[in-house]
């Protein structure tokens, strides 16, 4: 059965006008003492037509680029939306987290190239600036609610998210970007590191200086649901490099489509 979901993604992917394109992540490092912006790589898929399309960042998980991502991408073309699969790990020398492992290192790094990718699909032709939202699951969702939420702003009052979903992450920081953009937090009761904090989320911010925006936040939680219940590959428990126990939900994915194809209805316009 995963050997069949990892062929129909690889077919999915190479039927449709998938295209590599390197971008510049927003961090900045150093080399030989000079500044410069990483390169990343990205893979750019849009719906037929001219557009202008509004557009899904997909950020990965310590999985990596898994066939679940490109699924994704694919259910993202089908809803109209264009998709740009960011691959934060390979421009870093890796396939998927390793050890030793800096979990809060990675975090900003994915998040600078998620703002990275937001530039860089604002000047794409094809492309609505206005409507570009991010989706991460646990690497990536732990980007967005540790490094991304926290702003008020990404970029400027001209250029930011107009949407933010994360899957199974932690919801420990506060969610200001609420100010300006609705945000789902899809979460499963099994993972005991994360759910908590975010199905929980509204009752421990209600006296905030966010809480007149909570309205804005979504919490999807699934019962019975492990980490990664999405990822297709995971038809046998694991455990990931960050102890996350993973097991598939066929259910708990099934649902999950529909919801995420919901709130982006709502989110983004098209």
């Known amino acids: 059965m995963a050997r069949l979901a990892a062929l129909t993604a690889l077919i999915l992917a190479l039927t449709g006008c998938v295209t590599a394109e390197p971008f510049l992540s927003k961090d900045t490092r150093l080399n030989n003492g000079k500044e410069y912006r990483p ?49 934060s790990l390979e421009a870093r020398g890796m396939q998927t987290c390793q050890k030793p492992f800096s979990r809060e290192l990675m975090y900003m790094d994915v998040a600078s190239d998620a703002i990275g990718a ?20 646990s690497l990536g969702a732990g980007a967005i609610n540790s ?18 979903i994360s899957f199974y992450q932690g919801c420990r920081k506060p969610m200001r970007a609420l100010a300006h953009y609705p945000v789902l937090q899809v979460t499963a009761s099994l993972d005991h590191a994360h759910h908590p ?32 219940f999405d990822d297709t590959k995971m038809y046998s428990m694991k455990e990931d490099i960050g102890g996350n126990t993973m097991l598939y939900d066929y ?11 919901e ?5 983004l316009k098209h």
């Open 39 to 87: 390169q990343i790589g990205g893979e750019f898929k849009k719906p037929e037509g001219k557009g202008p399309f509004p557009a899904v960042i997909i950020l990965q998980s310590c999985g990596g680029t898994t066939p679940s991502l490109y699924d994704w991408a694919n259910q993202f073309n089908r809803w109209g939306y264009a998709s740009f699969l960011v691959k």
């Open 118 to 137: 937001l530039e860089y699909l604002s000047r794409k032709p094809e492309i609505d600036p206005k409507q570009i939202a991010v989706i991460g699951f």
């Open 147 to 164: 490094y991304i939420l926290p702003k008020e702003k990404s970029v400027s009052n001209d250029l930011d998210f107009a949407a933010a």
């Open 197 to 228: 904090t975010c199905s929980n989320y509204k009752i421990d911010w209600s006296r905030s200086d966010i809480s007149k925006y909570l309205g804005r936040l979504t919490v999807v939680s699934y019962q019975d649901a492990h980490h990664a």
């Open 251 to 261: 259910k708990a994915h099934q649902d999950s489509i529909l919801r995420v194809k």
């Open 263 to 267: 709130f982006l209805k709502g989110a």
